[in-house]
């Protein structure tokens, strides 16, 4: 992705900027996005692959807006303000455009653990999964021939659904439950770890987050820093211990607790969130709107805990 | 950075494949040999290395051409000599359909069998080689894989051969038969490329009585080979012309002409020239886009082919227009006999001082490199080109910001389409006012139109913008006697249909824009009663479903739900009423038209909602009520 997060200009020296939104005046410094202009207003606008920590990558399309003046819709997560701008965030043509993207979601991805608002969108949106038909059978995403592709047998919609990949002790990846927002892949990359060990391979609905030719994560660049886990919206990423406790039905986190507290490892002072069941750490975050970590860990604070339990 | 590159040494033909772009590692840090001193000097070539990420793709050619595939230890090594992590240049390599990953028969043919074959032989064409040699990948030594259009549709059929190892690389045939794979299969590894006969151009109205060609005058008339004959034939008189105007002489003769760029978008070409030289942002870039990939499309192949001087004559101009030192023609991977031509001709070019550091003893800084596409329709996409030529995955990118202002390399960019950077020569040969009387009002000058499918005389034609959809099949001959014209696609995949009522449709932007149709880039594929409709659709969904990058959700899963419907509609096996697929389809349409991120999701509905609306699918039984485009 080269996508450019729009300038940000010192505060001080922000001008504002006035434009309508769904026939409100609204003004909002410049450099603005149309999103935060909706939000500004209180005005919902669904987003899936938009962080505030991460640029915009723009992907999903789902918190599409429409311009006047502009021929298709355009995403309000990445187009900045400009004065004088008309938008329109409840038309038909919005709400057909996120229902259809929801629903295209919803009918090739396994959302069962994604954040519960995109279930609620599914409904406020009325997206309809099944009128694409029953899902074909799990395939070989990992060698799918960018060009090339088996339809699948008339009457079933094609679906990621793959195996699940386990081949380390901190954490799961189930592509079957991935929207590919991207969101993994600059945590990994440019964003914050600099370490590059996944990336967007092959291409249309073959695209995938990959390793160099699929090889396992111990034979990759992977440090294990989970940042990663953290920012992927849907639970393909998970760790090991959450993983486990959900396929015993055990998972809840009406029985978890949540402390924060500071890493014990360095001297950076990273916030830590340990989210705790039955006297078990089973999940370790940090707050996205720590100025340290903006929600980024190393592997010591992420899964060290493993070592300070006695487990591993 | 953390690097982690894979342990397994690369074989020595793959080293040799890496280091023939890359040249010979500097130092064991960039995957040369260690020596003691390594560890304990500091290297300042990291930098440098990154700033080489612009050389994944003609290295990834250099190992798929000499070993057949690229294996995660040529993977590494490559990695290690550019610093760049190998899960990037996988994610980037596997988007393209030339390269594979897994061990591969020596000899590859890749057989079209895309719209224009489909309906010049009257079905698939690749239904005979699967009877003859088994499914697509079989054979040890050789085998076959359906592509889409290789752009040699006046052909009616076509493949490109690629050969691995010495004497390697790929090769064109088109026409070609069953009867032709059965020869490459007797050959096997064997087969000598040189052997294979170059495919012809086709533009039938050279030397007929009244035809006043232009753009195409040359093609056939001079060796491509020959910068004296493009000379003799008034080559580079356009350049000393844009030298002696200056740029902004030049840019106003674009602007009074009003050319408006050939690639689809009809932008107004003065004015995107305009803008790349007046920002003040340094370097510029300029580059000729000629990844000509949209199905039905060869005419910038017959122009390349056949006349690659004019190109970057045309490119030069355009360099020392816009305050471009560096450009780049980005040709599709599948043209093989462009790619030598080119690079032939920009020797010469660079021998005669016509390109390099003192253009025609101007003073004046311009050289090009032409660079390979690997199969990816999208990579035609202008920003997704810049991305491609970056080392990155073929992506488009959001507008804004537009290429005039962060182009490649984040910089100001121009690119134009190579029958733009041609008209312009034909602008300054003739002057502006003589340009613009030539065909309308609004669309000036000749167009380029590539005829195939179900006509007498399939190939390329130019006439008069404006010029009747009637007299230009009159021109090739109309349809095959004793068949009767069903239907023409208009601008290829991403076009769509008209009929035999169309015949007073004017072929100019206006005249189209009119009609709800599009010129696109010229594509005009006859059909007649014999065309299997329902499964000539059914490719162009195969084709967007293949073609789409990936990125955004309508276009990566709305264009195999698409196919999928198109599927169960065919088989009369709706999920529902027909009315519900209908209504599927139609929403289909619309998230893809208005959510998309680029022209491509943006028009992959397009052909699929006009075959509908006009009663072509299903015997007619099928007609949507899809809105006008
Ligand atoms: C999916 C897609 C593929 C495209 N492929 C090509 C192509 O192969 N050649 C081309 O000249 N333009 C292609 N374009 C258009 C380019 O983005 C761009 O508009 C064009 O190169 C500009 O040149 P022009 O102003 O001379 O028309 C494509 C656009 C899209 C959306
Ligand atoms: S755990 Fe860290 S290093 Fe490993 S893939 Fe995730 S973000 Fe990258
Ligand atoms: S794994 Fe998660 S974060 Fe990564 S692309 Fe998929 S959904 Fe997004
Ligand atoms: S519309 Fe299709 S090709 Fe264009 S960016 Fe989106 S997924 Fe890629
Ligand atoms: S949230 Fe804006 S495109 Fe995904
Ligand atoms: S070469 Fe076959 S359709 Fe173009």
Known sequence: ?312 | MDLRTPEAPPTAEERFAVDSVLGPPESGWFGGERTPLDGHVALGGLAKARSRRHLLLPALHAVQEQVGWISLAALGYLCERLDLAPAEAYGVASAYALFTFEPAPPVVVHVCDDVACRAACGGDPTEELAARHGPPGSGTTVTWRPSPCLGHCEHGSAALVQKAGAGGGRASLAPFTAGDMDRLVALGPQVELEDLPVPLALVPQAGAEGSQLRLLRRVGRLDPSSLDAYRAAGGYEGLRRALEMGPSGVIAELEEAKLLGRGGAAFPTGAKWAAVARNPVRPHYFVANADESEPGTFKDRVLLDHDPYALLEALTIAGVTTGAEKGFVYLRGEYPVAAARLEHAAAEARNRGLLGSDVMGSGLRFDLEVRRGAGAYIAGEETALFNSLEGRRPEPRNKPPFPVDRGLFEKPTGVNNVETLLSVLEVLAMGAAAYARQGTPDSTGTRLFCLSGCVARPGLYEVPMGTTLGSLLGLAGGVAEGRSLRAVLLGGAAGSFVGPEDMDLPLSFEGVRAAGTTLGSGVVVVLDDTVDMTAFVGRVARFFRDESCGQCVPCRVGTQRQEEVLGRLVAGRPLGSVGDELALLADLDQVLRDASICGLGQTASSVVTSALRRGLLGNGALSGNGRQP
């Open chain 1, 1 to 312: 992705m080269t996508t450019m997060a729009p300038a940000s200009t010192p505060v001080a020296l922000r001008r504002n900027v006035e434009l309508t939104v769904d026939g409100e005046p609204v003004t909002v410094p410049e450099g603005s996005t149309i999103l935060e202009a909706c939000r500004a207003q209180g005005i919902e606008v669904p987003t899936l692959c938009y962080l505030e920590t991460l640029a915009p990558v723009n992907v999903c399309r789902v918190c599409v807006v429409e311009l006047e003046g502009s021929r298709a819709l355009v995403p309000s997560c990445s187009r900045p303000v400009a004065a004088g701008m008309v938008v329109h965030t409840a038309s038909e043509r919005v709400r057909t455009s996120r229902r259809m993207v929801l629903e295209l979601l919803a009918s090739s991805v396994d959302l069962s653990t994604a954040d519960g608002d995109v279930h609620r969108w599914i409904d406020e949106y009325g997206a309809r999964p099944e009128r694409h038909g029953p899902s074909a059978p799990p395939g070989d995403r990992d060698h799918a021939h960018a060009g090339h592709h088996e339809p699948p047998e008339v009457g079933l919609a094609a679906t990621v659904a793959q195996v699940v990949k386990r081949d380390n002790d901190q954490y799961v990846r189930d592509y079957s439950k991935c929207i590919l927002c991207y969101k993994c892949v600059e945590a990994c990359g440019e964003e914050a770890q600099n370490t590059f060990a996944i990336a967007v391979a092959g291409r249309g609905f073959d695209a995938r987050i990959s390793t160099e030719l699929d090889v396992a994560l111990p034979d990759s660049a992977c440090v294990y820093c989970g940042n990663c886990i953290a920012v992927c919206p849907t639970g393909a990423l998970m760790f090991v211990s959450e993983h486990d406790l959900r396929a015993q039905g055990e998972w809840d986190e009406d029985r978890q607790e949540v402390t924060r507290t500071v890493c014990p490892y360095c001297g950076v002072g990273c916030n830590l969130e340990l989210h705790v069941q039955d006297n078990r750490i089973v999940k370790v975050t940090s707050p996205l709107d720590h100025d340290v970590t903006s929600g980024n860990l190393c592997v010591k604070g992420r899964f060290g805990f493993e070592f300070a339990q006695g487990g591993g």
